[in-house]
């Protein structure tokens, strides 16, 4: 059961990508924001469910969640950023510059943990970096395009997206090391080995719904209604007069995404659960290689022979960093 909840949480994951991209349009200014909305409601719900079918402490779960703030908010955010970042930039940058994350975790923990890194992992690390800015050198089409579209300002922004992801993201991994590493030195209290990632992660999701609940403040403060402008521009205004579920429809690629994102997480749990952490890292790669290869297919998206070569090394870079467990 393992590797059937490994492949299905990397399949979830790949996915949901696809549809973050198809669900954060140019035209809907708040299409990001209401993505985390949708996300952070699916997210509610399974944490819900978790703590009815483990043996999560509820009672210490206040405490647990100040605790955990700092690691979910980098999540969070990170995620906001990418969601932000897909309305302008194509799928095929943004992921593979996005999961570059797992290559500065390694470095962040030799320098503040004093880990020792191998010569392996070092050269490993730099493959990555190159990859990374080959495929931003290269992108001289794409931000030709951006500033046609969207202006100079707007073309500059939506590119630094991914890289605010990878950095939110990587600091949240380092600080997720002090948290569920080990039962001893965890910063959550009344937890054991049996609860301790269950635990985090219903503080992860419970903080990911109240910042759904808080951004569905601040639109209503703003007087956006939530299903006012859809995802297909040429139906974008028409909103008056239909059903619930025809205005979620509406939003159908933003609801899709949190469903995959939800079930990623979910199944990702249970393997870990398991063990064999070196392996969910490995078979994390793979979200990126899905991803990337449905967006070819799916999104129709072209990058020049020598983007998909810098993308290529960006791969073998994490590939290798997974296997050498690091």
């Given at each position: 059961?393992?590797?059937?909840?490994?492949?299905?949480?990397?399949?979830?994951?790949?996915?949901?990508?696809?549809?973050?991209?198809?669900?954060?349009?140019?035209?809907?200014?708040?299409?990001?924001?209401?993505?985390?909305?949708?996300?952070?409601?699916?997210?509610?719900?399974?944490?819900?469910?978790?703590?009815?079918?483990?043996?999560?402490?509820?009672r210490?779960?206040?405490?647990?969640?100040?605790?955990?703030?700092?690691?979910?908010?980098?999540?969070?955010?990170?995620?906001?950023?990418?969601?932000?970042?897909?309305?302008?930039?194509?799928?095929?940058?943004?992921?593979?510059?996005?999961?570059?994350?797992?290559?500065?975790?390694?470095?962040?923990?030799?320098?503040?943990?004093?880990?020792?890194?191998?010569?392996?992992?070092?050269?490993?690390?730099?493959?990555?970096?190159?990859?990374?800015l080959g495929?931003?050198?290269?992108?001289?089409?794409?931000?030709?395009?951006?500033?046609?579209?969207?202006?100079?300002?707007?073309?500059?922004?939506?590119?630094?997206?991914?890289?605010c992801?990878?950095?939110?993201?990587?600091?949240?991994?380092?600080l997720?090391?002090?948290?569920?590493?080990?039962?001893?030195t965890?910063?959550?209290?009344?937890?054991?080995?049996?609860?301790?990632?269950?635990?985090?992660?219903?503080?992860?999701?419970?903080?990911?719904?109240?910042?759904?609940?808080?951004?569905?403040?601040?639109?209503?403060?703003?007087?956006?209604?939530?299903?006012?402008?859809?995802?297909?521009?040429?139906?974008?205004?028409?909103?008056?007069?239909?059903?619930?579920?025809?205005?979620?429809?509406a939003?159908?690629?933003k609801?899709l995404?949190?469903?995959?994102?939800?079930?990623?997480?979910a199944?990702?749990?249970f393997?870990?659960?398991?063990?064999t952490?070196?392996?969910?890292?490995i078979?994390?790669?793979?979200?990126?290689?899905?991803?990337?290869?449905?967006?070819?297919?799916?999104?129709?998206?072209?990058?020049?022979?020598v983007?998909?070569?810098?993308?290529?090394?960006?791969?073998?870079?994490?590939?290798?960093?997974?296997?050498?467990?690091?």
């Amino acid at each position: 059961m393992l590797w059937f909840f490994l492949l299905f949480s990397t399949s979830c994951w790949g996915i949901a990508e696809i549809f973050y991209k198809k669900g954060n349009v140019a035209h809907e200014p708040y299409s990001h924001l209401k993505t985390t909305v949708l996300v952070g409601v699916f997210f509610g719900i399974y944490s819900a469910v978790i703590l009815f079918l483990t043996d999560v402490d509820i009672r210490y779960l206040p405490e647990n969640f100040i605790r955990y703030l700092p690691v979910a908010l980098c999540y969070i955010l990170s995620m906001i950023f990418s969601y932000y970042g897909v309305r302008y930039i194509e799928e095929s940058i943004s992921d593979p510059i996005e999961n570059t994350s797992c290559a500065f975790v390694p470095v962040m923990c030799a320098v503040f943990l004093h880990e020792k890194l191998s010569l392996s992992a070092i050269l490993a690390i730099i493959v990555v970096v190159i990859g990374i800015l080959g495929v931003g050198f290269f992108d001289k089409k794409g931000k030709a395009d951006r500033r046609r579209a969207f202006g100079k300002k707007l073309a500059i922004i939506s590119i630094s997206m991914p890289f605010c992801y990878m950095i939110l993201d990587a600091i949240g991994t380092f600080l997720d090391i002090y948290y569920t590493d080990d039962v001893e030195t965890t910063l959550l209290v009344h937890v054991n080995e049996g609860n301790l990632e269950h635990t985090a992660n219903c503080c992860y999701e419970f903080t990911f719904l109240l910042v759904a609940i808080g951004i569905l403040i601040y639109l209503k403060a703003k007087g956006v209604r939530f299903f006012d402008v859809g995802e297909d521009e040429s139906n974008a205004q028409n909103s008056q007069n239909k059903t619930f579920l025809q205005k979620l429809y509406a939003h159908r690629n933003k609801t899709l995404a949190a469903v995959f994102e939800t079930g990623g997480q979910a199944t990702y749990l249970f393997a870990l659960s398991e063990g064999t952490g070196v392996a969910a890292v490995i078979l994390g790669a793979g979200t990126v290689i899905i991803s990337f290869v449905l967006s070819r297919f799916m999104l129709k998206e072209k990058l020049s022979a020598v983007q998909y070569l810098f993308i290529a090394t960006i791969f073998a870079g994490i590939v290798t960093l997974s296997l050498l467990g690091v």
